[in-house]
């Protein structure tokens, strides 16, 4: 009962703390270094901001992590893997920060994380719930991991956005596992990703993320950077096709519902006008909404009030309601991309 209590809410307030001074410690440092965000025509901000919060974020995690897999032997291999493979494209990417890397040179990085992750995942069963074969279910896994974590990169653009989706996400995972009844996995078993086990993890990551959401709210003292959001949704990328491949498929999809369709419905509406998609731009649903005037707060609030009626419809999921919920699902999301693209503030022509 005591440990328990330890890991459910005491390590998680310990990593919340520890997030929110080691991110108070790297504003110094990178501005000391001059390690900037300077506005350019694809910017929604208008002054430099400090870059690279991430490093906070990912030693506030690996440290609760860690302290944790050493008290569960069965986990201890697979969150050392994964925060390897993490810690790799963390380092990747803070030089992709300082100094803009190629393309090809972050999607290799990127590939190489994932298939080293697919080791473990493999173990946990079909993610496609054996509609596909077992290769095929393997291939499609690991691309749906490459492009989210490609797509949480994407949807860091505004103060806050980042942060309140790691939030949701973390905490959604855990709340899906309680209404599936997850018993205790420690691995990459059946219920890799929603058991009982990985719950405190979760709220670890949740607890990280909000430790730099007081920094990075309206108006952000600091970035994510790339060192944050690339290694944050390879994390989250691997908890979700756990849960799928746990059962929890459609929980899964209706939790990052929103990320996906604005990425996905971004990027191909740029493929088709033949644009250079891999570059930046501000053409997402929730930087239209900027653009029109609404502030990075109100957006950043919006989507977190959609996060939670997903949440909530991700738990009529896993409590065996699946149809209904995929369908409140798509009504929200379809809701939440309607207002950020055709809602104006009050007292805007």
Known sequence: ???????????PLGVLLLSA?????????????????????????????????????MAAIAAGWIAYALTMPALLPVMALLLAAA???AAISFLDDLFDLTAAMRLLAQLLAVLLGMLVLADAGPVFQGLLPGWLDLLAAALLWLWFVNLFNFMDGIDGMAGVQTVALALGLVLVGISA????????????????AWQPPLLMLAAAAAGFLWFNWQPARLFLGDVGSVPLGYLLGFLLLSAAAAGQWAAALILPAYYLADASITLVRRVLRGEKFWHGHREHFYQQAVRRGFSHATVSTMVAGGNALLILLAMLAAAGHELPALAGAALVTAGLLGWMARARPKGSS
């Open 1 to 11: 009962m005591a440990a328990g209590w330890v890991w459910s809410m005491a390590a």
């Open 87 to 89: 810690a790799g494209l």
């Open 181 to 196: 009844g997850a018993g205790g996995g420690t691995g990459a078993g059946p219920d890799a990703g929603i058991g009982a």
């Open 21 to 57: 001074l080691a991110t108070r410690a790297v504003i110094g440092l990178l501005l000391r270094h001059a390690v900037l965000d300077h506005p350019n025509r694809r910017s929604s901000h208008a002054s430099p901001v400090p870059r690279g919060g991430g490093i906070a974020v």
